[in-house]
């Protein structure tokens, strides 16, 4: 059944459109694949409207040194899908030039309505971290990507010591690179991450690609904030 799924994917799910009589259309999930160190699954009643929420969850809670995640998710015409994780994603150290990788590949059909907002990414001291997130979509499909972290375990007062966070975002609409986004984070000769951030302890982006216009933000928070991102879907 997962025959033609590439051997390095731990993550690849479909979702469609359904008709029904007298109803919009339904958003069902009709390959949902994961394995071992990803589990990913739908709740059938995690919204009260035809949004599907997909749920990214690692297996002890976080990535270890060394773990490579490559996702697939496809979200064909008139879907709507916001895809998030249970509780904030920790990157937990990596020895000498040890790398922790996660590369997400979306496309994104037309009329369909996506909004991609994990919890924030947490590297613990001394994570070596690389991630790339990108997205193919039509010129009249919706997106909008959330890309955050925090300090660390800031209780423990490990605030901004991971050795290299690197996250770069791209966009393709009709198959043309619209917007690429990098930031990488780590210390150099003559300025430690800890410094350069001072009293702040969240930072991240989010692109927003509509068919009516498109957007970007960065923001830098002093403290880790929390998104209601049930309105986002019930307003879809």
């Known amino acids: 059944?997962?025959?033609n799924i590439p051997n390095d994917v731990v993550g690849h799910v479909?979702?469609?459109a359904r008709k029904q009589t007298n109803r919009p259309l339904e958003t069902v999930a009709t390959r949902l694949y994961s394995r071992y160190p990803l589990k990913m699954f739908v709740?059938?009643?995690a919204s009260s409207n035809n949004c599907k929420w997909l749920y990214c969850v690692s297996f002890g809670g976080g990535l270890v040194g060394g773990d490579c995640l490559k996702?697939?998710?496809d979200c064909h015409e008139s879907t709507k899908t916001l895809?998030?994780?249970q509780a904030s994603t920790k990157v937990y150290h990596c020895d000498k030039d040890i790398v922790t990788s996660q590369s997400n590949h979306y496309t994104v059909g037309s009329n369909a309505m996506?909004?991609?907002m994990p919890d924030p990414l947490v590297c613990y001291k001394d994570a070596n971290y690389e991630q790339s997130q990108t997205i193919h979509m039509v010129s009249d499909g919706n997106v909008l990507l959330l890309d955050w972290l925090t300090a660390g375990r800031i209780a423990r007062g490990e605030v901004w010591q991971f050795k290299r966070y690197k996250s770069t975002n791209k966009i393709y609409i009709e198959d043309q690179l619209?917007?690429?986004e990098s930031i990488c984070l780590?210390?150099?000769e003559n300025m430690r991450v800890k410094e350069s951030f001072g009293q702040y302890q969240v930072t991240g982006h989010a692109q927003q690609g509509f068919s009516f216009g498109f957007c970007s933000l960065s923001v830098f928070l002093p403290s880790a904030w929390t998104l209601s991102i049930e309105n986002w879907c019930s307003k879809s």
């Open 1 to 3: 059944m997962n025959s």
């Open 83 to 85: 895809i998030t994780t």
């Open 186 to 188: 780590g210390n150099t």
């Open 43 to 45: 709740p059938e009643q």
């Open 114 to 116: 996506v909004f991609i």
């Open 71 to 73: 996702i697939n998710i």
């Open 178 to 180: 619209f917007l690429k």
């Open 14 to 16: 479909v979702f469609q």
